[in-house]
């Protein structure tokens, strides 16, 4: 009786709670130390912090090719293991088995150097061991987009359409947007390991971080074979014809029928493109232009830093909770302008920043902006997926979250960058080129036209009430 009391009042359960803050956050985790770390891995200890540039790969086209292609492998992954979740009624064993073996995984990536790939391909060329070492890294990334993808973005993002409602879908995705905030703090505040356990070794500590956080992940997948439970929401077909069902999301009768669902995925198409464009980069751009390097900061750990953090997180986390309940009540219908107004606010002052003690003034507002954009677009694009085909539709969702953005938004950076910055030569005559802050600029300028898919969709009634 309370729990038939507690749905219809739109309350999660106790256990959906904490599958869905352990799974989203182990998530992010993961995804924020490939976004992040993978890249200045590679710039680190592969280009030695582009000191040594392979005439063929150079690193910021390393990094463009290792988005794309992620990109690209996330979203064939989501369409082909989100129809066969939906098919097999189950979503527990892709998320379970699939982050225990995202772990293994992300802990074999810190076994890739340049000394193992030399050895192991019998290379002895400076030059070739960068570019093979590069392919190296670039193709164990799409092995682990693969398996992250399967496990993350199709099954998990299910899994939470599965259980959530409108009474408290903008609730329940204030918490996930919570989630890469506080991911992205563990991720860069334990990158000190990198130095502090490296040892001066930048590759060594690589591999132990890697295996700290891969370890981390493995753990989540066993928790979750004890504490997820799959929805008993039996209104998914698997009768249906799998190979047929792929493609349901591009029938013009689906686009027709599902109009709203495909402009609130426009909207999360440009606004993740404006993303991309700068995020790739954000770490080298930060190292280059300021000298804020990330592994250092648990040096910069000291007990008052620490109690100002704390307090930060905790007004920041009942903020945006609280942000996401007034939401679920109020509806997003002005929420949404003042949230993207606030993003490119912050991108453009960010891009006419030049001195350190300015950059948290611009980067506030950005931050903001992003965390709550996150919210609205997420959980409109959850609003209007059909309840019976939510792993149908995941493939498509990943379209406009990860594929598009991933191939345009990296490659709009990096030829700003190459633009701006203009050509410079090392020793061997190989083009160098670093990021720049007119990245920023030009990411404020497409999240500009995301007004555009907004502002038609506020027209059309961008909140969905429960039938």
Known sequence: MKKAKALAEGKLSGRTWFNLCLFG??????????????????????????????????????????????AVTAVVATFIMGNLSDKMNKRKVFISAGYLLWGVVTIAFGFITKE?????????????????????????????TL?????????????????????????????????????????????????????????????????????????????????????????????????????????????????????ALAAVCIYSVAVQIFFPYLLIYLDHAFGIQVTDLLGMLTGPVIA???????????????????????????????????????????????????LLLGALPLLVGYGLMGILLNSTVRDYTPEDKTGLFQGIRMIFFVLIPMLVGPAIGDGVCKIVSGATFVENGIEKYEPCAEMFLAAGIVALISFIPILVLRKKGIDKKED
Not at 159 to 167: C, E, L, Q
């Open 25 to 70: 956050l182990i998530g992010q985790v993961a995804w924020n130390l490939e976004n992040m770390y993978f890249n200045t891995f590679m710039y680190e200890t592969v280009y030695e912090k582009g000191e040594v540039i392979s005439a063929t790969l150079p690193y910021m086209s390393a990094i463009k090719w290792m988005v794309g292609l992620s």
């Open 116 to 144: 193992n790939i030399g050895n192991l391909f019998n290379i002895t060329d400076a030059a070739k061991i960068v570019f093979v070492t590069s392919v190296s890294i670039i193709i164990m990334d799409c092995i682990m």
């Open 147 to 263: 398996i992250g993808s399967t496990s993350n973005d199709s099954a998990f993002n299910a899994w939470v359409t599965d259980v959530t409602t409108t009474k408290n879908r903008a609730t329940a995705e204030s918490v996930l947007a919570i989630l890469p905030i506080v991911a992205m703090l563990v991720v860069m505040i334990s990158a000190g390991m990198i130095t502090s356990f490296g040892g001066g070794d930048l590759a060594k500590g690589y591999t132990i971080y890697f295996i700290a956080l891969g370890a981390c992940v493995c753990l989540c997948g066993v928790i979750g074979l004890i504490s997820l439970k799959d929805s008993k929401d039996g209104t998914r077909k698997a009768n249906a014809n799998y190979w047929k069902d792929l493609f349901y999301g591009f029938r013009p009768s689906v686009v027709k029928e599902n109009y709203k669902l495909y402009i």
């Open 308 to 358: 100002v953090a704390v307090i930060v997180v905790i007004v920041a986390v009942a903020g945006i909770i609280g942000f996401g309940k007034i939401t679920d009540k109020l509806g997003k219908k002005n929420s949404i302008i003042i949230a993207n107004a606030l993003f490119v606010i912050g991108l453009i002052a960010v891009g006419f920043t030049h001195d350190k003690k300015y």
